[in-house]
Each structure stands twice: as structure tokens, then as C-alpha cells.
């Protein structure tokens, strides 16, 4: 299994990057849902159980064996972003994901630089290659992460297969509802 640099929190402005507590459970639950249910509202269909992760699901992910979900957090401990490093299982690739921050620290550089520090843990654990998917529809997201050098590899995971929300049925069969897969090879920290 492989190390992933541990409970090291990492300081970004006046915020710190720091691995997901229990008695943080609740927040990440409402920020995350609030940040992709925000945007996919107008995609799917109006129904309590499209939500992006429960508590259950935030308390299974502070508690993996090898993902690392870690959440961002300003002066008052308030958890204002969050984002899972996941070494995937592969030799050369991890992936980052569930990433999401609070709408008044959008276009500031903080999002970015947690995105950087994604890079440095792959980085630490010889990965070569960083991975992210992205929907389809969220085609700003898609060149916010093309500014920090991902790039578009053609794959996609079917909108069936990822998030377990139910669309309307205008958007069933539209040509953006799956899911991107975005990549960055790493530079050597060497």
C-alpha cells in the first residue's frame, strides 16, 4: 500500500489543507452537496436522494484505507473546500476528486494551489500522472482544470456509471451528460 504523506495539513493563504476529522463529517456533506448539486439542479431531476455523497459516505471516505479526503479550512476551522487523493491502484497514476470550494474563494488562486498539492502527494508516492473527471456539462470546470494543465484524453466514464443522480428527461441522451476524463503528467521533483 502505498504512503500517502499522512495527516501533514498544508497552509494556503490563510487557509490550511488538512486530512478529513469525523466532527468535520457533517460540514463536507453540506458543502460538497451544495457545490455539485448547485450546479447540476437544472440537469437533474428534483429529488431529495440527488445528492452528491451522504454522511455515510463522507465518514467511509475519512476512514479508507488508501483514499485520503482532505478538507480545506480557514481561521475558525470553518471547512470551506474539500478533495480525495486517490493513489487508484495504479503503478504510474493517482487521482484527485469530490473537489469543491466555498463560491466566495472561486477565482482567488485557492483552488489551484490544492490542486497543486494533489500533484505534490502523487508526486511523493512516484506517481508520473495525475487523473480527474469532470462532467460533461461543466464546461468552465473543464478549462479551469485546462489552465492548470490537464488535458482532455478522449476517454469517458458514462453518466450511469458515476454519480447516482437521476437526469431529466430532456437531458437523457445529450452529447455532454458523461463524464470527462482530464490527465497531467507530472513533473519530477527531482
Known sequence: MLSLVG???YQIQDYRLEAAKDVQAEAIVK????????????????????????????????????????VLVNKTHKVVGTVVYNPNGEKKS?????????????GNGVGSKMIKIMESIARENRKIKM???????AKALQGNYERNG?????????????????LKPEYKH??????VIMSKILESIH
Do not use: C, M
Not at 94 to 106: E, I, K
Not at 131 to 137: A, I
Not at 156 to 163: A, H, R, S
Not at 174 to 179: G, L, T
Open 94 to 106: 493517482a487521482w484527485f476528486g469530490l473537489f469543491s470550494l466555498d463560491p466566495t474563494l472561486r
Open 174 to 179: 445529450h452529447p455532454d451528460k458523461d463524464f
Open 7 to 9: 495527516n501533514r495539513s
Open 131 to 137: 487523473k480527474l473527471d469532470v462532467s460533461g456539462f
Open 31 to 70: 458543502l460538497v452537496n451544495a457545490s455539485y448539486g448547485g450546479f447540476f439542479s437544472r440537469f437533474l431531476e428534483d429529488r431529495p436522494e440527488n445528492t452528491r455523497i451522504d454522511l455515510k459516505g463522507v465518514q467511509d471516505l475519512i476512514h479508507h484505507k488508501s483514499l485520503k479526503l482532505y
Open 150 to 166: 490537464y488535458a482532455k484524453n478522449g476517454k469517458k466514464i458514462p453518466f450511469e456509471k458515476g454519480i447516482h443522480w437521476t
